[in-house]
Structures are given as structure tokens and as C-alpha cells.
């Protein structure tokens, strides 16, 4: 039985909504999440725009404080990190962002932008070569020699975003957070990027957790799936599973929301519409969270907050209708 | 042209539109050729910076600078739009045809309550003689749109609205005027994928009851295979094929328009189907490829591409696609013609 790589114990975080100097109430990005990431797999996070997935992810990379609960990697709490400790944490935990063209500072050259992460960990030592070595990452993610001394306007988005994991790559990582990496960029270039990641997981044996709102592609590089709604996980299980077997109202919404390329695909599905508009995530009603949209809502659904159980080895979910 | 004759609401002719930058002159629109028929969704699909935002935009004449149409014929029922003097075609802009925006909030003006920014267009078009009795023509278009709770709604300011609301008082007010042709560009992208099913069975249903001819330009292949009864794609300035929606995802042609459906993610897809990226990415367009702009990229380039344009050409009745691949096949109206 392998351990947790990332482990979230009813984690946290809550936003004030302030006008003028009075607070209105909060808004509950991260409300209450476990979540276990097995090293080496690919955790996917879905969910729609403000449910909370890059809060989530800059929580378990301690970028921010949490309100309540916490994160240990590798066992040990992050937000209890300091001086040597937390710098080997920084290392080891990485991300990378949806936007490759602010993520990148426009100033510096391709050298640079890799390197300077080594020479912030002070690992600059260690390094022989430090243009063999970046070379060498920019081998990994598909670019060359001649890019080394080219700013990054210079670039497409999708080469952008290659520097930006050759960036995250330099300090030999074991984790990271791929926040919507793909997001910016055009199909045919996406696929690229998708593909160099699934093999850099491989060869060097990362861990990830993968957000983004575009389900086709977290069923694509996913080997389990969480399934997120204002701040609360709803449902989790295998990926392929998830697919096949939905249980969660809000995931049978979304999946069936999709529209695939296909027109045989067109002819099978029986779209359910969801009425009204996502939810305010500012002082969220009791019971269910998803009870305003609901089609399968039930008396108790308004009273009663529905906890993630395993309701199959492996598959959780979060709704009455499984308690 | 193969088969029966259609009514052509719109048709585009040999457009070239290019921009004047201080880096060069980007050829963006490079011999357009677009027919669209009465009452069908054709879908305009295509990557970032391929060219359909500004297809659309000349159609409406709005090219802002250094944008400039170069050549080129739009046939609106019968009349080329680029021709009419700009009293007239203001009778025709979000009066006949109607442009919903991607971003909603682009297209509202955040000081005047909603219902009032429908009821603006009926006035300017002489529809309604006051913004008085427009008000209930506002409430009926928000019904229409099933916005919840119109009359509420319709006296809210857009930052009290949601996007998904906002892009409903957009439909609203495209459907406000006379209109006939529906231009849609992306008007989901800025929403969920659950509000985004709920506007595109609006916009289906408000199609059919209408009788509207709908273009739906988007780069997302799902919306399209759903939307849509034929779908012309684009790549660097150019339409590179044009088919019945069944008949492009069945059997595309065109190499890009292979490698585009090889590469994109698919829920139903099982675990092992592996993406097939096209290699490189689209062409600078102040120096775009000569001959056909995709050879760069194309497994199936020959010598012959990097020299001809290749033209459009009918491979199957309403199949149309620009390759040499195909050039020594018999052409839909070869020999008769
Ligand atoms: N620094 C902040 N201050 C106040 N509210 C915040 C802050 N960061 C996030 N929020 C709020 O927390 C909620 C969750 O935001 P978050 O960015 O995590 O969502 P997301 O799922 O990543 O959305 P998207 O898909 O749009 O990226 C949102 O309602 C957001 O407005
Ligand atoms: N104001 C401008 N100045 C210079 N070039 C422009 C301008 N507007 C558009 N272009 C060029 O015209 C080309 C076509 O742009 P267009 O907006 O039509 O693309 P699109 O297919 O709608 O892309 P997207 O999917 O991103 O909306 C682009 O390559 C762009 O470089
Ligand atoms: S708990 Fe009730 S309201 Fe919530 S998803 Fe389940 S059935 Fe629907
Ligand atoms: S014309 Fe040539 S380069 Fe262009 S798509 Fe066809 S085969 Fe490829
Ligand atoms: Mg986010
Ligand atoms: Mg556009």
C-alpha cells in the first residue's frame, strides 16, 4: 500500500467580502477538504470557474495560509515548514500556471528564467555546466540550443509554456500542480503539451495534481478525479469509473453538458439542463450546495450538508441520495 | 453549384482584409469564399488568430484600423454590403444582423440599467416610437431569453448580473430588431460548461422559432458537432474545408482538419487513445508560408504546396476542401461546367 505524497486534512480557507470597513460574510473558496495524492499518480481537479481549484492548489504548496485544517507532504504539515525545511519543501513541490505569457517575466532571457530557481535554492553549486544543464531541460520539453538567449516574446504560447515546466522542472521536483497549463493554448498545441507532460510523469516519476474546467483533458491525463462545487469536493473515483458511472447529480450534469466532437455522440446523449446560475459562493446556504440546481433535490438536501462518504471501494460522493 | 439551389442569405466573395502594423502588413483574410444559406447553423470553426472574428467583423463593416477590407464582395439578400453607403448599412447592423460578442461585459455598457441597453436598438431603428413602449417588448425579449424574474432583471445594472445573465440581455438584445442572420462569436466562451448548455438550447430553440440563420463561430469542435448543419474551417486566413457537419467529422479531408480532430480530448475516448499533436504551431501572418499556408506543419506536403495556393474545390456534393491532395480528383462539378 503506497502512502499519500499530499494529504489534506479538512482544509480551509475563507475569504472576507469587505465594503467599506464593514465585512459582509466570507466566501468560502476551500470549505472542508481530505484529499489524498498517491505519489506517482495524476490527481485531476474539475469544477467551474470560482469553485475553488487554484485556491486548493496554492494551499497544498503553502503559497497561502489556510483558515483551518491542514496539508502534510511527504507526512509532514507544511504550514509548520521553516528555514531549510521549507526551501526543501519549495523544492520539491512546484507549479505551473494557466497563463504562459504573465507567468514568464519579460525581461529575462530563457537562460534566466530556468536558472534562476537553482541559484535561489542555492543549488547553483551542485551544477557543473550551468548551460549543459539547461540545455538539457530544454531538450526535455521539446525545445533547443538556440532558444537559450531569447526573451519571451519571442516565443508562441505553447513554446511559453514549455519554458515555464523546463522552469518548474530545474530543481528536480517530485510534485506539481498544473494549473490549467493548457488553457491559453489552441488545440493542435495543447495536445503537444499534454503528451510531453504524461511522459515527463513518466521518466521522472512526478506526481501531479491537475486543475482545470476542461473535463476531455482531465479524463485524459487523470488517474483518479476529484470533482469539485463552491468549495467542496462532491464526488471522487477512478477516472474511468467517474465516467462510466457518475453518481453525483452535479457530475451527471456536467458530464452530460459536454458537447463531444462527434456526431454519433451527439445521438446517444440525453442532455440534462440544469436551471438557474451557479451560486454565489459568499455565505453558502445549508444542507447541499448544489440543492438550488438540483434535479433530484430532497426535503433533507436543504437542511442537511451531505458528507463524502465510499459508497463503492474507492468512489466517494457527497449527496442524500447515496447516504 | 451541385444539387438544388438553396437561398443564399449571405456570400462572401474573395475577401481580403489585411492589417497595417508598424511590424508589417498581416494578411489576416486571404481570399475568403462563403456561401450561407437561409435558416441553417453553419458553424466557423477554427484556432486563434485563424481569421473568423474578422470574416464576421467585415461582414458588419467593422474593421477598425489599421484594419483594412483590400478586396472583396459581401452579398446580403442580394446586396453588396460593401458598396452601401454607411446610412444604410447602419439600418442593417443589429437590425437584420445581429453579433453577440464573446465577453458580454464587452458588449454592455456598465452605467445604463440593462433593460434600457435592449430597448436603445428598437429606438434607433424606428421599431417602437419611445423607450416607453419598448419596455414591454424588453420584458417579452427577457422572457424569451428565459431570463429568471424579467421585470426585475430588466432595471438591474450589468455588474448585478452573471455572465451567463449577461450573455442572455446580449441574445436579447440581438433578437431585438428585425433580425435575420445571427452572428454568434463564441458567445460561450466566457461562461461554464453547464451555462453553456443552457444558452446553446436557447439559442437552438430561438433558431427554429425564429426561422434565424445562425453562424456559430467558435474553436470548440463539440459545440459545432451539436450546433451546426455544415461547418467550414479555417486556417491562417483561409477557409481550408466546408462540409454537412455529419460528412466533415466522418470523413475530413484536409490534413489540418484530420489533425485537428486526432488531437482533440474526448470524454468518451477510452485510457489508451493517445493524442496525436500537429506538430510546429499557426504562421506568423506578416510572412505567412507561400503557396498553402499549412505546409509547414503538414505530413503531407508536397513540392507542389510550397508554390500554389491550392483553391477550393467541390470532392463530394457540398464537400468542399483547398489541398493538392486532391487535385487529380474528379471534382463534384467537373465536365459539365
Ligand atoms: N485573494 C482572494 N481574495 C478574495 N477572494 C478570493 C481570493 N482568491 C480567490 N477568491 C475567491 O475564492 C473563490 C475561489 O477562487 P479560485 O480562484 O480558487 O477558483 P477556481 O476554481 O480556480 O476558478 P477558475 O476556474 O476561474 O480559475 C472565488 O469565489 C474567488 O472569487
Ligand atoms: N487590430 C489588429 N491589428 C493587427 N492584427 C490584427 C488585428 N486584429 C486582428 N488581427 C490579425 O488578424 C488575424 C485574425 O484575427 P481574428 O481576430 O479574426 O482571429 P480569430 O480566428 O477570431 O481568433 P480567436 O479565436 O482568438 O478569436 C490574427 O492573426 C491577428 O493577428
Ligand atoms: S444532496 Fe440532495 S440536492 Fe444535493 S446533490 Fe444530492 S440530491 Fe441533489
Ligand atoms: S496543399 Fe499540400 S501542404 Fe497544404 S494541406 Fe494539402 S498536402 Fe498539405
Ligand atoms: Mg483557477
Ligand atoms: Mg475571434
Redesign the pocket.
Given at each position: 500500500m503506497s502512502k499519500p505524497l499530499v494529504e489534506t486534512r479538512d482544509l480551509r480557507k475563507l475569504?472576507p467580502v469587505r465594503k467599506l470597513f464593514r465585512t459582509l460574510g466570507h466566501?468560502h473558496?476551500v470549505d472542508g477538504v481530505n484529499l489524498q495524492i498517491m505519489r506517482g499518480e495524476t490527481l485531476g481537479l474539475v469544477?467551474?470557474?470560482?469553485?475553488?481549484?487554484?485556491?486548493?492548489g496554492r494551499l497544498i504548496l503553502a503559497l497561502i495560509k489556510p483558515t483551518s485544517g491542514t496539508v502534510l507532504f511527504d507526512g509532514k504539515d507544511v504550514f509548520k515548514l521553516k528555514g531549510k525545511e521549507l526551501l526543501e519543501f519549495r523544492r520539491r513541490a512546484q507549479i505551473v500556471f494557466q497563463d504562459p505569457y504573465s507567468s514568464l517575466d519579460p525581461r529575462m532571457m530563457v537562460f534566466d528564467i530556468i536558472y534562476e530557481p537553482l541559484l535561489v535554492h542555492k543549488r547553483h553549486f551542485h551544477i557543473e555546466d550551468p548551460e549543459e544543464y539547461v540545455v538539457s531541460l530544454l531538450e526535455k520539453v521539446g525545445l533547443k540550443r538556440e532558444h537559450l538567449y531569447r526573451y519571451p516574446h519571442e516565443f508562441s504560447g505553447g513554446q511559453r509554456q514549455r519554458i515555464a515546466i523546463a522552469r518548474a522542472l530545474a530543481l528536480q521536483p517530485e510534485f506539481i500542480v498544473l494549473d490549467?497549463p493548457t488553457s491559453a493554448l489552441d488545440v493542435s498545441v495543447q495536445a503537444q503539451i499534454l503528451n510531453m507532460l504524461k511522459d515527463l510523469q513518466r521518466s521522472m516519476g512526478l506526481t501531479y495534481l491537475y486543475i482545470s474546467?476542461d473535463i476531455a483533458t482531465v479524463k485524459y491525463m487523470s488517474d483518479r478525479i476529484a470533482v469539485m462545487y463552491l468549495g467542496k469536493i462532491v464526488e471522487l473515483a477512478d477516472s474511468q469509473e467517474l465516467f462510466e458511472k457518475p453518481l453525483h447529480p452535479y457530475t451527471q450534469a456536467l458530464l452530460s453538458a459536454i458537447p463531444e466532437p462527434d456526431v454519433e455522440a451527439k445521438r446517444m446523449k440525453t442532455r440534462i439542463i440544469l436551471k438557474g446560475e451557479v451560486p454565489s459562493?459568499i455565505n453558502p446556504p445549508p444542507g447541499c450546495r448544489f440543492a438550488p440546481r438540483c434535479f433530484k433535490r430532497m426535503d433533507v438536501c436543504d437542511k442537511e450538508e451531505p458528507q463524502l462518504v465510499e459508497v463503492e471501494k474507492g468512489h466517494w460522493v457527497a449527496c442524500h441520495l447515496y447516504a | 453549384m451541385s444539387g438544388k439551389e438553396r437561398d443564399v442569405i449571405l456570400k462572401i466573395e474573395d475577401l481580403y482584409v489585411n492589417f497595417y502594423t508598424y511590424a508589417g502588413v498581416v494578411k489576416a483574410i486571404d481570399g475568403v469564399n462563403l456561401e450561407v444559406y437561409r435558416g441553417e447553423c453553419l458553424g466557423l470553426v477554427g484556432e486563434t488568430g485563424c481569421g473568423k472574428s474578422v470574416t464576421m467583423r467585415s461582414v458588419l463593416r467593422l474593421i477598425p484600423p489599421p484594419g483594412e477590407i483590400v478586396k472583396g464582395k459581401i452579398w446580403f439578400n442580394g446586396v453588396n454590403l460593401l458598396e452601401l453607403p454607411e446610412s444604410e448599412m447602419r439600418k442593417i447592423r443589429g437590425n437584420k444582423i445581429a453579433y453577440i460578442v464573446q465577453e458580454p461585459s464587452a458588449a454592455l455598457d456598465p452605467l445604463y440599467r440593462v433593460g434600457y441597453q435592449v430597448a436603445e436598438p428598437m429606438v434607433y431603428h424606428g421599431l417602437v416610437k419611445s423607450f416607453k413602449d419598448a419596455w414591454g417588448r424588453v420584458i417579452q425579449l427577457f422572457k424569451s431569453v428565459m431570463m429568471p424574474e424579467p421585470e426585475e432583471r430588466a432595471k438591474a445594472y450589468p455588474h448585478e448580473l452573471s455572465g451567463g445573465m449577461k450573455q442572455r440581455v446580449v441574445i436579447a438584445t440581438a433578437l431585438s430588431g428585425e433580425t435575420e442572420l445571427l452572428i454568434a462569436d463564441e458567445p460561450t466562451t466566457a461562461v461554464d460548461v453547464t451555462i453553456q448548455a443552457q444558452i446553446m438550447d436557447l439559442l437552438s430553440k430561438l433558431r427554429k422559432e425564429r426561422n434565424l440563420t445562425l453562424i456559430l463561430v467558435t474553436h470548440n469542435l463539440g459545440l459545432v458537432a451539436e450546433m451546426c448543419d455544415r461547418v467550414a474551417v479555417m486556417y491562417a486566413g483561409n477557409i481550408v474545408e466546408l462540409a454537412p457537419t455529419e460528412e466533415l467529422f466522418k470523413n475530413p479531408m484536409h490534413p489540418y482538419v484530420k489533425g485537428l480532430l486526432a488531437a482533440v480530448p474526448r470524454i468518451t475516448a477510452s485510457k489508451d487513445v493517445v493524442l496525436k499533436p500537429i506538430p510546429g504551431f499557426v504562421p506568423n501572418l506578416i510572412y505567412p508560408p507561400p503557396g498553402c499556408r499549412f505546409h509547414p506543419r503538414c505530413d503531407k506536403a508536397m513540392p507542389i504546396c510550397k508554390r500554389e495556393k491550392p483553391a477550393m474545390k467541390e470532392v463530394a456534393p457540398g464537400h468542399w476542401v483547398a489541398c493538392h491532395l486532391y487535385d487529380n480528383v474528379k471534382g463534384v462539378g467537373d465536365g459539365n461546367e
Amino acid at each position: 500500500m503506497s502512502k499519500p505524497l499530499v494529504e489534506t486534512r479538512d482544509l480551509r480557507k475563507l475569504f472576507p467580502v469587505r465594503k467599506l470597513f464593514r465585512t459582509l460574510g466570507h466566501v468560502h473558496a476551500v470549505d472542508g477538504v481530505n484529499l489524498q495524492i498517491m505519489r506517482g499518480e495524476t490527481l485531476g481537479l474539475v469544477g467551474e470557474s470560482g469553485c475553488g481549484k487554484t485556491t486548493l492548489g496554492r494551499l497544498i504548496l503553502a503559497l497561502i495560509k489556510p483558515t483551518s485544517g491542514t496539508v502534510l507532504f511527504d507526512g509532514k504539515d507544511v504550514f509548520k515548514l521553516k528555514g531549510k525545511e521549507l526551501l526543501e519543501f519549495r523544492r520539491r513541490a512546484q507549479i505551473v500556471f494557466q497563463d504562459p505569457y504573465s507567468s514568464l517575466d519579460p525581461r529575462m532571457m530563457v537562460f534566466d528564467i530556468i536558472y534562476e530557481p537553482l541559484l535561489v535554492h542555492k543549488r547553483h553549486f551542485h551544477i557543473e555546466d550551468p548551460e549543459e544543464y539547461v540545455v538539457s531541460l530544454l531538450e526535455k520539453v521539446g525545445l533547443k540550443r538556440e532558444h537559450l538567449y531569447r526573451y519571451p516574446h519571442e516565443f508562441s504560447g505553447g513554446q511559453r509554456q514549455r519554458i515555464a515546466i523546463a522552469r518548474a522542472l530545474a530543481l528536480q521536483p517530485e510534485f506539481i500542480v498544473l494549473d490549467e497549463p493548457t488553457s491559453a493554448l489552441d488545440v493542435s498545441v495543447q495536445a503537444q503539451i499534454l503528451n510531453m507532460l504524461k511522459d515527463l510523469q513518466r521518466s521522472m516519476g512526478l506526481t501531479y495534481l491537475y486543475i482545470s474546467h476542461d473535463i476531455a483533458t482531465v479524463k485524459y491525463m487523470s488517474d483518479r478525479i476529484a470533482v469539485m462545487y463552491l468549495g467542496k469536493i462532491v464526488e471522487l473515483a477512478d477516472s474511468q469509473e467517474l465516467f462510466e458511472k457518475p453518481l453525483h447529480p452535479y457530475t451527471q450534469a456536467l458530464l452530460s453538458a459536454i458537447p463531444e466532437p462527434d456526431v454519433e455522440a451527439k445521438r446517444m446523449k440525453t442532455r440534462i439542463i440544469l436551471k438557474g446560475e451557479v451560486p454565489s459562493p459568499i455565505n453558502p446556504p445549508p444542507g447541499c450546495r448544489f440543492a438550488p440546481r438540483c434535479f433530484k433535490r430532497m426535503d433533507v438536501c436543504d437542511k442537511e450538508e451531505p458528507q463524502l462518504v465510499e459508497v463503492e471501494k474507492g468512489h466517494w460522493v457527497a449527496c442524500h441520495l447515496y447516504a | 453549384m451541385s444539387g438544388k439551389e438553396r437561398d443564399v442569405i449571405l456570400k462572401i466573395e474573395d475577401l481580403y482584409v489585411n492589417f497595417y502594423t508598424y511590424a508589417g502588413v498581416v494578411k489576416a483574410i486571404d481570399g475568403v469564399n462563403l456561401e450561407v444559406y437561409r435558416g441553417e447553423c453553419l458553424g466557423l470553426v477554427g484556432e486563434t488568430g485563424c481569421g473568423k472574428s474578422v470574416t464576421m467583423r467585415s461582414v458588419l463593416r467593422l474593421i477598425p484600423p489599421p484594419g483594412e477590407i483590400v478586396k472583396g464582395k459581401i452579398w446580403f439578400n442580394g446586396v453588396n454590403l460593401l458598396e452601401l453607403p454607411e446610412s444604410e448599412m447602419r439600418k442593417i447592423r443589429g437590425n437584420k444582423i445581429a453579433y453577440i460578442v464573446q465577453e458580454p461585459s464587452a458588449a454592455l455598457d456598465p452605467l445604463y440599467r440593462v433593460g434600457y441597453q435592449v430597448a436603445e436598438p428598437m429606438v434607433y431603428h424606428g421599431l417602437v416610437k419611445s423607450f416607453k413602449d419598448a419596455w414591454g417588448r424588453v420584458i417579452q425579449l427577457f422572457k424569451s431569453v428565459m431570463m429568471p424574474e424579467p421585470e426585475e432583471r430588466a432595471k438591474a445594472y450589468p455588474h448585478e448580473l452573471s455572465g451567463g445573465m449577461k450573455q442572455r440581455v446580449v441574445i436579447a438584445t440581438a433578437l431585438s430588431g428585425e433580425t435575420e442572420l445571427l452572428i454568434a462569436d463564441e458567445p460561450t466562451t466566457a461562461v461554464d460548461v453547464t451555462i453553456q448548455a443552457q444558452i446553446m438550447d436557447l439559442l437552438s430553440k430561438l433558431r427554429k422559432e425564429r426561422n434565424l440563420t445562425l453562424i456559430l463561430v467558435t474553436h470548440n469542435l463539440g459545440l459545432v458537432a451539436e450546433m451546426c448543419d455544415r461547418v467550414a474551417v479555417m486556417y491562417a486566413g483561409n477557409i481550408v474545408e466546408l462540409a454537412p457537419t455529419e460528412e466533415l467529422f466522418k470523413n475530413p479531408m484536409h490534413p489540418y482538419v484530420k489533425g485537428l480532430l486526432a488531437a482533440v480530448p474526448r470524454i468518451t475516448a477510452s485510457k489508451d487513445v493517445v493524442l496525436k499533436p500537429i506538430p510546429g504551431f499557426v504562421p506568423n501572418l506578416i510572412y505567412p508560408p507561400p503557396g498553402c499556408r499549412f505546409h509547414p506543419r503538414c505530413d503531407k506536403a508536397m513540392p507542389i504546396c510550397k508554390r500554389e495556393k491550392p483553391a477550393m474545390k467541390e470532392v463530394a456534393p457540398g464537400h468542399w476542401v483547398a489541398c493538392h491532395l486532391y487535385d487529380n480528383v474528379k471534382g463534384v462539378g467537373d465536365g459539365n461546367e
